[in-house]
């Protein structure tokens, strides 16, 4: 594919000059920039580009509405594991709906095979680029570790695992001039009941995040992302990580064995709460951290009030629509060619006045013939994507709604797990505590047995009764604390039967919600369907249209009265490229 470099039209590779401008065209390096995906999102550049994807800044034609799209190296299209890899990323994140969760509107396969994400575009930057410069001062770096506690906690309850949380894929976007947390990249995230994909001896992960599990296990569970991000708090109050080390069997071995140097060693200003609960996060043993990632916001909800820095809620964008509202059709191409055709109207009474040349005169009434065929496709496709919109508009409130109330639920399971936690904390204790009774019973047995030998019970001693009632005493403190050891163990059969409860209700949501998900999956895809066909004949029209345009200004370029016709059209077509660059 070519494009003019003046007028940013694009052309097939075999066009040799733009019917706009006369200028030369430029082949393009990425064949897909200009291109349309799935006859919709309209490739506009190139945003980053990685070993498995290309991340390109894209236009729906239909909605008017900018996103980013994601797609697969071609050259791995062949590799099926990698391909549902890829779309698990979609499913995975689709299905949180959360605003601190880069949002998926759509996902699909191209005709080589690879596999593509429509999601939000966004403006701002990672958490990586923050920290290139240094730690992150408390009064910025608490909403932005809250946020991040919050989306871990909303993929935890849907059973999603991120399984590489790192700076690089916590996006800070801009919103109201605070920071909203977006956490990005969900292909190797890995959802609890399903293993498939993962295969024997793979680790997958950043070395300098990855928890001890990880490290040693396929089957790390959401307490692995809470370490990761225990490595992300430290390296963001400290400006360094926990662990130094030159490469990855280093990084690995200390993560396994040496206990991280604490955050105030580096930083005596630290809060206490939060040294804490980092050191918690960074525990060895996943059952020594928090429960998960609720207690996690909770707890650093409570540093941020006792240091007096409020945090409310609408800072995180609770309720905001990342796409913003639909528009009906758009200015888009098409409708230029309606103000392009009057302008070659003008150009052939110009020029010929009533002695119409036939064969310019017919390609003419074919350009007219075609702008009004593609009108009546896009008509028909803007139709077809408002039923999708429509679709989508259910499927996001049930999502919302779904998801509030998993989230409450989550909190009241997190509650229960840390009283779970707390009373199997107290039994242990008093577990302990009950050796030493048996021991002083057994002293003061003894003790018993001395004064009876003494006495043969033929004298009274008081010393025997002293020696009865210490054994007593013994006996008794012995029962009362096998007592509190039985309330301690009924409050953990308590606690874990509400834990049980609690997820099992919100085991009960996540059906609704993946029933729901199927039942407009299936609603969805006829309509799908229909747009990208209608897109797909749309676009075939449009490069016919492209060629006879070409054919019909080619011989008029040279002729002089007509020259600010081509002015006027050159500056229409300008006025439609001066749009400022988008940051994802």
Not at 23 to 36: K, Q, S
Not at 547 to 557: G, K, Q, V
């Amino acid at each position: 594919m070519k494009t003019c470099p003046q007028c940013k039209l694009k052309y097939p590779s075999d066009s040799k000059a733009c019917f706009l401008c006369g200028g030369a065209l430029v082949e393009l390096t990425d064949p897909l920039i200009g291109a349309t995906i799935a006859g919709r999102y309209q490739i506009e550049g190139i945003l980053g580009e990685g070993g498995m994807a290309t991340v390109y800044a894209a236009r729906h034609r239909l909605v008017d509405r900018p996103c980013a799209v994601k797609v697969m190296n071609p050259q791995l299209a062949r590799n099926e594991v990698i391909r549902e890899r890829f779309r698990r990323e979609a499913k995975a994140a689709q299905k949180l709906a959360h605003p601190n969760i880069i949002e998926i509107f759509d996902q699909g396969e191209n005709p080589d095979g690879s596999v593509y994400l429509v999601m939000e575009l966004l403006r701002g930057e990672t958490l990586a680029d923050v920290l290139e410069h240094g730690k992150v001062p408390l009064e910025r770096g608490l909403p932005i570790m809250i946020q991040i506690s919050r989306a871990l906690a909303r993929a935890h309850d849907l059973e999603v695992i991120h399984r590489d949380l790192k700076p690089e894929n916590i996006f800070l976007a801009r919103n109201n001039g605070a920071d909203q947390v977006k956490l990005l990249d969900f292909g190797i995230a890995r959802s609890m009941q399903d293993s498939r994909l993962t295969g024997a001896g793979e680790v997958f992960g950043t070395p300098q995040y990855m928890s001890p599990e990880r490290i040693t296990s396929i089957d790390a569970g959401p307490a692995a992302d809470l370490y990761s991000l225990g490595v992300i708090i430290y390296e963001m109050l400290t400006g360094g990580f926990p662990f130094d080390a030159p490469d990855v069997t280093t990084f690995f071995i200390k993560h396994l064995k040496e206990p991280p140097l604490p955050p105030k060693k580096r930083d005596p200003s630290i809060p206490d709460a939060l040294e804490k609960l980092v050191l918690e996060l960074l525990a060895k043993d996943p059952k020594d951290r928090p429960v998960d990632a609720h207690r996690v916001n909770k707890d650093l909800m409570s540093v941020a009030g006792a240091i007096g820095l409020r945090i409310p809620l609408d800072a995180f964008g609770e309720e905001v629509e990342s796409r913003g509202p639909a528009k009906t059709l758009p200015p888009v191409a098409i409708d230029r060619w309606v103000r392009r055709t009057a302008i070659f109207e003008q150009m052939l009474s110009l020029a010929f006045a009533g002695n119409r040349p036939p064969d310019l005169a017919g390609l003419l009434t074919e350009v007219k013939k075609l702008v009004l065929d593609i009108t009546d496709l896009r008509s028909k496709a803007v139709g077809e994507q408002r039923a999708l919109e429509n679709i989508e508009a259910r499927r996001r409130e049930t999502r919302q709604r779904l998801g509030h109330a998993v989230d409450a639920l989550g909190v009241d399971a997190s509650k229960a797990r840390d009283e779970v936690k707390a009373s199997l904390a107290a039994a242990a204790a008093l577990t302990l505590t009950l050796d030493q009774p048996v021991l002083d019973l057994k002293r003061a047995l003894a003790e018993i047995m001395r004064w009876e030998g003494r006495s043969a019970f033929a004298e009274p001693y008081k010393e025997l009764a002293a020696a009865y009632r210490g054994a007593a005493d013994v006996v008794d403190a012995w029962y009362a604390g096998k007592q509190r050891l039985k309330d301690a163990e009924a409050r953990v059969v308590a606690r874990r039967g509400e834990v049980e409860d609690l997820e099992f209700q919100i085991k009960e949501l996540r059906a609704a919600l993946s029933s729901s998900e199927e039942a407009l999956e299936r609603e969805e895809t006829t309509r799908t369907t229909q747009v990208s066909e209608l897109g797909r004949r749309a676009d075939e029209l449009e490069a016919l249209l492209l060629e006879r345009a070409s054919r019909f200004c080619t011989p008029l370029r040279t002729r002089r009265e007509l020259v600010p016709l081509f002015q006027e059209l050159e500056t229409e077509a300008q006025s439609y490229t001066s749009e400022p660059p988008r940051v994802h």
